[in-house]
């Protein structure tokens, strides 16, 4: 299976050969566009499925290698790899991306720029494939800035809403701003390294050889090299996948459709960071000599993961928007993969941005399949009810609501969360991640309860339930579908789901404690054995009761109340009004939690909301307006003093030209008065000369 | 056979003045003709002299009393960018297609500055060099004052001012290298291997530099760049930005840097904490690339924004050059290249398909008229012109900055740092004005009263030739790395490397 290493570059190649072409194929050729861009796909997807093979026989690194720029004896060479990291990213990013595509034509079905958007989504594809085989931080980095701008050309794909525009120029901007530090730990590792390659035979720059000169040299702070590099190319990781204070845009970035939103904002590209810091784990990870903590490089991820956990959670509970909760819990979700890179390696974080990317999809795509379905209605108040009328769409939400919350035992998503928990609780530097990733996981459970009360549950709320004001001006997405009843999706919408539901279901059972075959895969040993590690089970059952407590708040809070928010009183308190206020007040449980839990959730939801949206917007207006304000001073310097020395100097010269020109009038009288002037001055001299 | 890209040039420019006036396509297809047969002649000359190393083309005496020669020879620095020349020439002649005013005299001066700007990269001889380089001032006056815009006169004079006293500074350097030299001969080689006195060549370096590099903006003699652009008519401000302004990098590299290495050493007494015209040339380079990029980032007018990109791109050509190091002088040599194909597609986009057709570069203005609807290859063409211009992976440009910033980085790390802040401000002003002109919130106002007329196919040919040059470059770079390092290895820059580049 070595000729897959050779042809692995076709994963990449094909999405952005089908991208060339559907740019050149006139904007009412929307089949071929889609069929271009799902049948690339498809057969990314293939080969994907060849380059798992290979890797599964064989799973140490291989890599095929070619030089780019050659200066003398130094070069820059570029590359690409297969090892187990990048064949389970492969499989996962062609698979939902080939699924959302599917979805994608039935969405963008009325939409007048078709054609682009499959182009700008194949391309997207393209860049993020690359990402994933490059074997060279430069290549990735190139395809990086690929993924970043297809990501700002989809957020902003209808820019004639200015707000999406401004969405799209936030995220590009935002992005980059961590990509600067990137770059420039780019910069730094080809100075120290003298390569970008992550492997090359002894050489590279993930290799012991190189990893271990990084970690012995310091720089300022006795921050290693190899630490201080690693930050550096974090901070690029924090801008891509939205951790605090750089999580600003992702929010904002579902102006975009929503299939963009579930492959690019929750499956695939926000992922990109945290599948970064997996690929360069050896550097982050590197000691100098026997230390056992770990390096400060890997302590600042998963601070900043376990800060943006629960900064995400605590945000999307206060959100009304049904895809803002989903944009918000990303981030948290985000934050927990890099939390788990930090206290457990790549295999437990990436474990969870593999389940992660399932059920998030399925996710959006539910969303985006109830959006559809309530003619563009975005706002969970005016829904509920949905699961009369949209049954497919309810029941594989519900699946992806449960591995979000980490339902115990049965999905995906309780088994990787339940991992970065462990981990997290046997940290030797500090317990203070576990505590805030445990208090995350019961606030998403809780908020993803109370939004699927709100959307499925209790009473239909659409405005008149019936003609609904079809000139919503702020939702795109409205734009062609008719008003009416909600409705189900089209096939081609909910097939995606349910196949997605399925593996939100199934693919936990690849990573149990009992049979952690995902972590030896990416790990590198095929020793298959359950690890009895102690502690596993009461981690196991902390992580359950988290995860039931938050639902169960959730349905005591919201499923509860919808039913009762009916206009009749409730038919028990009808029946014995003395026993249902005896009930009603000894248990004292709303009150306590509307005093303690409900308030306090929501007054940190409200502060961390005010936070995202005066303090990091606020540090963001504040460092643009300086840069302005620094722009306009150098203007102003240009202008006036700048341009004024030459032009104060030229007119000087002028000035001076024309004293000479009036000299030269041609006025014989006046020559021969100055000659007459100049001979009595001349005949002074002398007579003064001999007088001495 | 190169030496006739100047021939053909100048012959056709004496042509065309021949023509009767009314004869405008006539004059149109001659200039197209002569630009693109020069182009043929470097594209046969940069295939045929493939490894790079220096060769003669024309070697006679000239001035035989003062051992001045009329001396033509080539290496894969100047091959490379007599083809860069080539090609924004063709573009020019496309992108002025539309000239209806003394067709043949614009086209005229438009070949005589051409046929001049080949002359100074072939020349080997200084004094050749010199005359090619004074010829070039003319017709750019003419083309400014005559054909141009926004206060022509000004930016006619004020560009003409600037660049005789560069030439000015230039002449006097080498007239006093020629003395010390004992007055027998102006080539290259000679002048380059002479060993002049270490405080001799510290007094020469900046004032030929400078004199060099006021022609290619640096800050902050850079003021006659954006005036200049802004007042020249389209094909004239991409010839400036696209070449001339290269003329005078060229010249600091080829001149200024080969004859007086000794002058980029460390001084005897630090000032202020810089030790060498290197750290200060440096200095001046980074704060032009950051300046430019923040003045750009507040202009009403769209075309001064891409007149002070230009002073920021042309920064990282000088910070290049003073890495001295193999990768920053040949990532200067590829940002030449570069900001040559995309600075002068810039100024095509904002010049010939916007301006020629709003009438107005007010990007307030340019905002309500729906432009990505009304012309959208013109919105696409400025899109992919500024992913390159902002160095996005597959462009030249990217390379190019990649290359620089890697150079500067081991030269001088601090000022690196401060190169990706002048890449991230340059990421910000490409934006705004992309958002401001092209993708603004749909006014209410009526659209023009009479429509906009679609791009014409000379304007979509220009177009994908300059992007697809920098694709080209962006995608394997090999290709000019190849021809320009072995001319970097060669005898007449090994004064920049003593013991070998770093």
């Known amino acids: 299976m070595t000729w897959i290493v050779r042809y692995v570059c076709l994963i990449p190649a094909l999405p952005m050969l089908a991208a060339g072409i559907s740019a050149l194929l006139p904007q009412r050729s929307r089949k071929p566009a889609a069929g271009l861009a799902i049948v690339s796909m498809a057969a990314s997807f293939a080969l994907a499925l060849c380059a798992f093979a290979a890797a599964l026989s064989n799973p140490s690194p291989q890599v095929f290698n070619f030089s780019w720029l050659q200066f003398g004896d130094q070069t820059l060479a570029l590359g690409w790899l297969l090892d187990p990291l990048t064949a389970v990213m492969l499989v996962m990013v062609t698979?939902?991306?080939?699924?959302?595509?599917?979805?994608?034509?039935?969405?963008?079905?009325?939409?007048?720029?078709?054609?682009?958007?499959?182009c700008f989504l194949a391309l997207f594809a393209g860049g993020m494939l690359g990402v994933i085989i490059a074997n060279s931080l430069l290549l990735l980095f190139m395809c990086w800035e690929i993924v970043g701008l297809t990501s700002y050309l989809l957020i902003g794909f209808w820019y004639q809403n200015p707000r999406a525009a401004a969405a799209a120029k936030k995220a590009f901007i935002t992005t980059r701003i961590g990509d600067l530090g990137f770059l420039i730990g780019m910069v730094w590792l080809y100075a120290q390294a003298h390569t970008l390659l992550f492997y090359d035979s002894g050489r590279g720059a993930l290799e012991?050889?190189?990893?271990?000169?990084?970690?012995?040299?310091?720089?300022?702070?006795?921050?290693?090299?190899?630490?201080?590099?690693?930050?550096?190319?974090?901070?690029?990781?924090?801008?891509?996948?939205g951790q605090v204070p750089l999580h600003v845009w992702l929010p904002d970035a579902m102006e975009g459709p929503t299939p963009v939103s579930a492959l690019i904002h929750a499956a695939t590209m926000v992922a990109a960071g945290v599948f970064l810091i997996a690929r360069i784990y050896p550097l982050m990870s590197a000691h100098g000599v026997e230390v056992v903590t770990p390096t400060i490089a890997l302590q600042v991820v998963t601070w900043v993961g376990a800060i943006t956990a629960l900064f995400g959670a605590t945000v999307a509970v206060a959100q009304w928007d049904i895809k803002r909760i989903l944009a918000y819990s990303t981030v948290s979700q985000l934050g927990y993969m890099m939390i788990g890179l930090g206290v457990g390696g790549p295999a437990v974080g990436m474990f969870h941005l593999i389940t992660h990317a399932f059920f998030k999809a399925l996710l959006f795509l539910g969303a985006g399949s109830v959006i559809h379905g309530c003619s563009g209605e975005q706002d969970i108040r005016r829904m509920?009810?949905?699961?009369?009328?949209?049954?497919?769409?309810?029941?594989?939400?519900?699946?992806?609501?449960?591995?979000?919350?980490?339902?115990?035992?049965?999905?995906?998503?309780?088994?990787?969360?339940?991992?970065?928990?462990?981990?997290?609780?046997?940290?030797?530097v500090s317990q203070l991640p576990f505590y805030m990733a445990s208090l995350g996981a019961l606030l998403t459970a809780f908020y993803m309860t109370r939004q699927v009360c709100y959307v499925f549950f209790g009473t239909l709320r659409l405005p008149g339930h019936g003609p609904v004001s079809h000139s919503e001006p702020d939702s795109e997405d409205t734009r062609h579908h008719g008003a009416g009843h909600p409705h189900e999706s089209p096939a081609v919408m909910t097939a995606p789901l349910a196949i997605l539901a399925f593996f939100a279901f199934a693919l936990g059972f690849l990573g149990t404690p009992l049979w952690p075959w995902f972590q030896s895969f990416l790990n590198g040993d095929h020793s298959v054995a359950a690890e009895h590690e102690p502690g596993l089970v009461a981690t196991m059952a902390a992580s359950s009761v988290i995860a039931l407590l938050g639902i169960f708040l959730g349905w005591l809070l919201y499923g509860r109340q919808s039913i009762a928010t009916c206009e009749a009183p409730d038919v028990l308190e009808r029946a014995q009004p003395q026993t249902f206020r005896v009930l009603h007040q000894a248990y004292f449980i709303d009150a306590i939690y509307d005093a303690t839990f409900v308030r306090l959730t929501r007054w940190t939801a409200k502060l961390a909301d005010l936070l995202d949206r005066f303090l990091f917007h606020g540090i963001v207006q504040a460092i643009s307006f300086g840069v302005l304000g620094l722009a306009w001073v150098d203007s102003f310097v240009d202008n006036y003093v700048v341009n004024f020395g030459f032009d104060s100097s030229w007119r000087s010269i002028s000035m001076g030209g024309r004293a000479m020109a009036a000299l030269q009038g041609g006025r014989v009288q006046a020559y021969l008065r100055y000659i007459g002037l100049a001979l009595v001055a001349l005949v002074l001299y002398l007579l003064w000369g001999v007088a001495r | 056979m190169l030496a006739w890209t100047i021939y053909i040039s100048f012959f056709g420019a004496a042509i065309l003045l021949l023509l009767p006036k009314r004869a405008a396509s006539l004059a149109r297809c001659l200039a197209l003709l002569a630009a693109t047969s020069a182009c043929g002649i470097a594209l046969a000359a940069f295939l045929r002299h493939r490894t790079g190393e220096l060769f003669t083309i024309v070697d006679k005496p000239w001035i035989a009393s003062l051992g001045i020669r009329y001396h033509l020879a080539a290496d894969g620095i100047s091959l490379s960018l007599v083809l860069l020349t080539g090609i924004v020439a063709i573009a020019g002649v496309l992108f002025s297609w539309d000239i209806d005013d003394r067709t043949n005299q614009f086209f005229a001066f438009y070949l005589l500055l051409i046929g001049a700007v080949y002359g100074v990269f072939l020349s080997y001889d200084l004094f050749l060099l010199f005359v090619f380089y004074e010829i070039v001032i003319i017709p750019k006056y003419f083309l400014i004052a005559n054909w141009g815009s926004t206060r022509r006169e000004y930016g006619a004079m004020k560009l003409a001012i600037y660049s005789i006293v560069g030439s000015a500074m230039v002449l006097v350097g080498l007239i006093a290298a020629y003395v010390a030299a004992g007055s027998s001969s102006m080539a290259l080689d000679k002048l380059a291997g002479f060993p002049f006195s270490a405080h001799f060549q510290m007094v020469a370096f900046p004032v030929v530099f400078v004199g060099f590099a006021i022609l290619a903006g640096l800050w902050p003699f850079h003021t006659w760049a954006p005036t200049g652009h802004v007042a020249a008519p389209t094909a004239a401000s991409m010839l400036l930005a696209g070449v001339v302004m290269k003329l005078g990098a060229y010249g600091c590299l080829r001149v200024a840097?080969?004859?007086?290495?000794?002058?980029?050493?460390?001084?005897?007494?630090?000032?202020?904490?810089?030790?060498?015209?290197?750290?200060?040339?440096?200095?001046?380079?980074?704060?032009?690339?950051?300046?430019?990029?923040l003045v750009a980032l507040v202009q009403r007018d769209f075309k001064f924004v891409i007149g002070y990109s230009s002073v920021s791109h042309m920064g990282f050509i000088l910070l290049g050059l003073m890495t001295l190091n193999l990768m920053g002088l040949s990532g200067a040599i590829i940002q030449m290249i570069s900001h040559g194909l995309i600075g002068g597609l810039l100024f095509a986009v904002v010049g010939r398909m916007v301006y020629a057709r709003t009438h107005t570069r007010e990007l307030a203005a340019l905002g309500?008229?729906?432009?990505s609807s009304a012309l959208p290859f013109a919105a696409v063409t400025f899109v992919v012109a500024g992913m390159a211009g902002m160095g996005l992976p597959g462009f030249s440009g990217f390379v190019a900055e990649?290359?620089?910033?890697?150079?500067?980085?081991?030269?001088?790390?601090?000022?690196?740092?401060?190169?990706g802040f002048g890449i991230l401000i340059g990421i910000v002003y490409v934006w705004r004005a992309m958002q401001k002109a092209f993708f603004a919130e749909r006014g209410h106002e009526l659209p023009p009263p009479h429509p906009l007329q679609p791009i014409t196919i000379p304007e979509k040919i220009a177009a994908a030739l300059l992007i697809a040059s920098s694709v080209a470059v962006g995608l394997y770079p090999q290709m000019v790395l190849n021809i320009i390092q072995p001319a970097l290895h060669s005898l007449l820059f090994a004064g920049l490397r003593p013991g070998g580049w770093q």
């Open chain 1, 95 to 118: 698979f939902v991306g080939l699924l959302i595509f599917i979805y994608s034509t039935g969405y963008m079905e009325h939409d007048e720029n078709f054609t682009r958007f499959f």
């Open chain 2, 257 to 293: 840097m080969t004859l007086f290495p000794v002058g980029l050493g460390p001084w005897s007494h630090p000032v202020l904490g810089i030790d060498s015209w290197r750290e200060v040339f440096a200095a001046l380079a980074v704060i032009g690339i950051l300046y430019g990029a």
């Open chain 2, 368 to 371: 309500p008229m729906n432009l």
């Open chain 1, 208 to 241: 012991s050889g190189a990893v271990s000169h990084l970690a012995v040299t310091t720089t300022i702070y006795g921050l290693t090299l190899s630490s201080a590099i690693g930050l550096l190319i974090f901070c690029g990781a924090m801008g891509k996948s």
């Open chain 1, 384 to 428: 509920g009810g949905l699961r009369k009328y949209m049954p497919l769409t309810f029941l594989t939400y519900g699946i992806g609501m449960l591995a979000l919350s980490g339902f115990p035992l049965v999905v995906s998503g309780f088994w990787s969360k339940d991992a970065i928990l462990y981990s997290a609780h046997h940290w030797s």
């Open chain 2, 402 to 419: 990649l290359m620089i910033v890697i150079g500067a980085w081991r030269a001088f790390p601090v000022l690196a740092l401060a190169v």
